[in-house]
């Protein structure tokens, strides 16, 4: 059905005098300026060609091209206010337009009426002229009455006047409309000839008149009656809404049509039911065709009979969006409601794209009624999308509760249905996880494969906001399993206790790897499918690098919202992170008993006991640094096992511990002690702990992971130490060596602790170390 546009013909202003799209017109805003502008538009004598090269003479060639550019857009805004107010007008001019056909309609009756009520005054004043000329002797009536007696001659025209009420009644009787129409035709004829020729006399012509408006009523009737008899074949409808329209009814004969299609309808839907919740798609199919097969016949039937009239298109469109709205109310009651609040988003996204695709189908015959279903399936989808979510969010749970914390490439325990399909081939295989993250990636890979199958539902956005509160959640299952903090231990939660605690390095590493690998790749990797024209098929899982994909993904979300989202799952990993770090730092800082090991006290004794074996030459980093040394190699190593390939997270984590460690001696109370200290800080401690700093940044260096907020933290610690000592009244340069000795002693210290890590000594303390403290390094698995 192709549908009216109306054109554009005048401006789209705002009140502020300027064009709709932002372009200004001249006249800075004042009313009678811009009614003066307008005015030269608005004259009859106007000329558009003469106006624009009158203008465009003063004008450069790249103020035109900005005029032209304003101009364009000014038409597309216009073209799109007035679509938008004639779809909104759309029933008020359907029903202004049905009145006005109503109106016409009475307005003849009215005229057939007065020309019954005309005839019938003649008949009475003939009649009353009768009995004065009953014993007159002249034969002949006057002419002037119209009338004659029985031997008075009629022309031929007179007498098919004469027979034409009785050969209607004929053909009404044998319901032969198509010659009734041409009988009716004819003694219009007649009758519109006689106007102008008077070749039939007045009394004739007005009861040919009558008749002939009794027997278009009687035919009008029967044919109406006829067409809304639910037996009536598809070219009887056609044929019976023809002869309406010829009959002078066709806004009565549009609207029959459109009630015997909806009549019909009914009549074949009456026994679709569904049966079960295996049938829904079948009923779906079945529904669907049926009601969009219909609209398509009614609109080729309307142009069929109607063609392209304004008002008929506009009706047809008001009567398919209805059963539209009727269709989705049934679907929504057999099949989406209780689908949707079982958490069936696949079962409820076929439903709509069988919906659809029988929907797309009308668009060839200029009926676009996909954007009114989708609006009326959304909420359905809505509803199914986050009950799927709140399943998934429960299943999390339940996995994490019970998983082991061992990664492997495939699942030792595999799913059914489409998880367990996706476990073998989809995404999560490609990368090794723990149980609980394989199933959260393939639940992930299932809802977007769901998802996509409703691509008209703007459910890009909603789905990412939902992926990003489950991968928080399962963030904070995974910091539940890692073992809590002393400080934290009193306030263990019930939750906390149901998880399977992490107790060993390798297995705390698993968790790392969990959330990075579903942060990094597995959930963008997924959701690229999401974004249009983006989507990894199996040749690139199989043959592509890890980096290529990256940047696939990287070029794929550009939009704001989507890199938002990206941010927000690096800051679930970065929480987990952080949880991991602090832990570890704490039991590198405090001891099982809960006394510090890095403290004032460990670099004060050296100047307070005058330690005589205190030899520059022969200077170690503390021996606390010495364990965070033990610490650093100690994960790297385990991580090399645990999460090969995955160099990027590993060198994140260390790095992050180390500042972790950096940063408790910059924010803690370390230096209060300092600074308010009786006892002035020696130059023997300040050496010793500007070592410390720089065995850090050999240690950091040497393992790749030495960041730029690292090296600012330590140079101000340093700083803040030399600060202290210069406080006493020492020059620190009168005590202290160059930099290249601090660098050059740490470096050497470094290798020696190396040697000693390389031949499995990782607890022999025989290095000589001018510090008495003596750090105990917990098990890694003790809380």
Known sequence: MGSVKPSMRSRVLNPSGTLSNGGALHGNGNPAALSEKLAVFERESFDADSYVQTKCQSMSEKAIRNLCAEFLD??????????????????????????ISDLESELLAMRTLLSTQASLIRGIAQGVQLPSLVNSDVVELPQENGELDDGAQLSSVEKRAQVLPDILDVLLAERKVDEALVTLDEGEMLIAKNRGQQSIRPAIADKLQISLSEHKRRLTDQLAKDVQQPSIRRAELRSAISALQKLGDGSRAHTLLLNSHHERLKYEARDLR?????????????????????????????????GEDPLHASELVMWARAETEQFVFLIKKHVLSSSAAAGGLRAVAECVQIALGHCVLLEAQGLSLCPILSKLIKPSVDQALEKNVRHIEDSIKVLAAADDWELSYTPAVRGSGRTGQATSTGLSSQVKLSISAHRFSCMVQD??????????M???????????????????????????????????STDFRLMRIAETEAQQLAIIGNAAALADELLPRATLKLVPGHHLSKDDLRTGSRRSMDKQVDGAFRLPEQRDWRRRLQRGVDKLRGHFCRQHALDLIYSEDGDPQLSLEMYLQLDVSGNGSFRQQELMPSLFFQALFEKLNSIAEEAAEVLPGRERVVTLLLMRLTETVVLWLYDQDFWEDIEDNPRPFGAKGLMQFLLDMHFIIQVASQGHYYSRNMRQNIADVISRAINAFAATGLDPNSVLPDDEWFIATAQDALRKLLVVWSRGISNDRAVNSPTTSTPSVRSHGSP
Do not use: C, W
């Open 74 to 99: 000014l038409k597309k805004v216009s073209a799109e206010e007035m679509r938008r107010s004639v779809y909104s007008n759309y029933s008020a001019f359907i029903r202004t337009s049905q009145e």
């Open 447 to 456: 809802l977007v494969d769901d998802i996509i199958l409703l691509p008209g």
């Open 458 to 492: 703007q459910l890009v956005g909603p789905t990412l906001d939902r992926l990003g509160h489950l991968f928080e959640t399962y963030i904070d299952l995974l910091v539940k399993a890692l073992p809590m903090p002393i400080e934290d231990e009193a306030v263990e």
């Open 274 to 306: 569904p049966r079960s919740s295996s049938y829904a798609g079948a009923f779906t199919v079945a529904l669907s065709q049926l009601v969009f097969s219909r609209i398509a016949q009614a609109a080729k039937d309307s142009v069929s009979v109607f």
